[in-house]
């Protein structure tokens, strides 16, 4: 098969390359998350903290491939970004931001990394604290682990999006909490972090998707996020959007200087995935940003809020619909959490108690997946301790 064939042929689980590829983007992205929470703490600034998870990637991503033939891309899928309290998402400050982490805060990471456009994400919350994390704090991230626990079961191949859906709102009711509105779970294509097979986080009759049912070898990026607030975040300042990505289908000819300038940086270092405006330069991409935004050239990905007082919890996982069943390739030990409200709901129990491998014995497995088998399938109604076994993180 010549290169021009295969680069039609679309890459999938089919092919062991594409796997190993995956999972190798997954092991980077999780020590990354690891070093991320492990600098998270009083005092700490969050841009450096931002910029210490990125140049990880980097650095990793930069180790691996060097000797081969065909450049192959690799490096940061989504920026580092750390959003604390009743912050939602998407902050990744720029270089002279001076916000600094205190004790007690309840921080959302979140990282992407690829290797040949193949992304694996994920997102954690952990508390600035030493203890276990009781009251609402643990209700929150209780409830954001277990939908993620019940979701990783539910996307299975036959099942349908909206299922899922449901489940989740479900499970956040349960701790008395919400699902946060606007946030989608993706299918993961090569270079595509927000492919057309979508999960909403929650149903109503502003956000409409596609019904989609999950099918062997996909790839999704199933991301939760649970409020003791609303649900229904605000933009409250757009000068604290740094995320962009690419609108690859937009084009427009730029009156500014400044702003043809930035785009040229865009397309030559960021083509496809997003990026932070932290790598551009910091003067002429504020001037530059805006005519890019205002005429479709970029996506922004907005700092939202929920009120103040509201605490948010966000966990996100990068899950493979393998033949002998989903693997999940992104994850992080939660702190000790104490809930508190019990699970109670029968559904919720018989959700849990799924496994997430099929039954059809496949020949072969690495035993790295064995380990992670069991910490799935020993998962009962107390998934405060269940982190999936964490694959790919020795």
């Not at 270092?269 to 890019?292: M, N, S």
Request: aromatic fraction near 4%.
């Amino acid at each position: 098969m010549s290169d021009d064939e295969r680069e039609e042929k679309e890459l999938d689980l089919t092919s062991p390359e594409v796997v190993t590829k995956y999972k190798s983007a997954a092991e980077i992205v999780n020590k990354s998350l690891q070093l991320v929470v492990s600098e998270c703490k009083a005092k700490a600034k969050v841009v450096d903290v931002c910029e210490k998870g990125d140049a990880y990637i980097r650095e990793q991503t930069g180790n691996m491939y060097k000797n081969v033939k065909k450049k192959i891309e690799r490096g940061v899928a989504f920026p580092t970004c750390i959003s604390v309290n009743n912050t939602v998402c998407h902050f990744s400050p720029l270089a002279s931001d001076e916000t600094v982490l205190e004790e007690g805060d309840i921080v959302k990471i979140d990282m992407g990394c690829h290797i040949d456009g193949f992304i694996a994400v994920v997102a954690h919350t952990h508390v600035i604290q030493a203890g276990p994390v009781t009251g609402r704090a643990a209700d929150v991230i209780a409830a954001a682990n277990t939908a993620a626990e019940v979701a990783l079961r539910l996307v299975r191949p036959g099942k349908k999006n909206k299922d899922v859906t449901e489940a989740i709102q479900k499970v956040a009711a349960a701790y008395d909490c919400k699902i946060v509105e606007g946030v989608l779970s993706h299918q993961l294509k090569q270079f595509v972090i927000d492919g057309n097979k979508v999960i909403l986080s929650v149903s109503n009759s502003d956000t409409r998707v596609d019904d989609a049912e999950f099918e062997e070898n996909e790839v999704y990026a199933i991301d939760i996020v649970t409020s003791t607030g609303e649900g229904k975040p605000k933009l409250l300042d757009e000068k604290h959007t740094t995320i962009y990505k690419r609108a690859v289908d937009k084009n427009y000819h730029l009156k500014m200087k400044a702003s043809r300038f930035i785009f040229s940086e865009i397309n030559q270092k960021f083509p496809i995935l997003p990026f932070t405006a932290r790598a551009l330069e910091e003067k002429r991409a504020r001037l530059g940003l805006v005519e890019c935004v205002n005429h479709d050239l970029l996506q922004p990905y907005p700092v939202l809020h929920e009120k103040p007082g509201d605490l948010v919890a966000h966990i996100k996982f990068t899950v493979l619909l393998m033949p002998n069943g989903s693997d999940r390739i992104t994850s992080h030990p939660l702190q000790e959490l104490q809930p508190t409200k019990p699970i109670d709901d029968p559904e919720i129990k018989a959700w849990l108690a799924l496994g997430t491998k099929t039954k059809k014995k496949g020949g072969g497995k690495k035993k790295k997946a064995k380990k992670g088998d069991k910490a799935e399938e020993s998962t009962e109604a107390e998934p405060m301790d269940a982190t999936s076994g964490n694959d790919g993180q020795e």
